[in-house]
């Protein structure tokens, strides 16, 4: 089973700034994507940026500019830089990454996604 853990929430000024990082650990397979989705209250979890092991990046365009995700492959981690925070941007930020599993000899897999369990990112004066 693969575990993430995510850390470098808390509370921030409107346009201040918060690093958050993940680390996966326990995974049998080669992880493709990493991420960051985020919760706002009341809403249904959304993109935030993700990051292939090949450096493919992709970013919502609501923080395009602001955000950036980068990923360190040998240690299994990813962090996002958050800057100039709006009001209101208050939310629950999760990890994800997706790992390809082989399941047979033949060489059949399964792409499955594992979830943190989310630090929250307070905005607030």
Not at 28 to 42: D, E, V
Not at 44 to 72: C, M, P, Q, W
Not at 100 to 108: L, P
């Amino acid at each position: 089973q693969v575990q993430l853990v995510e850390s470098g929430g808390g509370l921030v000024q409107p346009g201040g700034s918060l690093t958050l990082s993940c680390v996966a650990s326990g995974s049998r397979g080669s992880i493709n994507l990493m991420g960051w989705y985020r919760q706002f209250p009341g809403t249904e979890r959304e993109l935030v940026a993700t990051i292939t092991k090949d450096g493919s990046i992709n970013y919502a365009d609501s923080v395009k500019g602001r955000f950036a995700i980068s990923r360190d492959n040998t240690k299994n981690t990813v962090a996002l830089q958050m800057n100039s925070l709006p009001l209101p941007d208050t939310a629950v930020y999760f990890c994800k990454v997706g790992v390809r599993e082989i399941v047979n000899v033949e060489g059949r897999y399964v792409d499955k996604d594992y979830w943190g369990k989310g630090t929250l990112v307070t905005v607030s004066r």
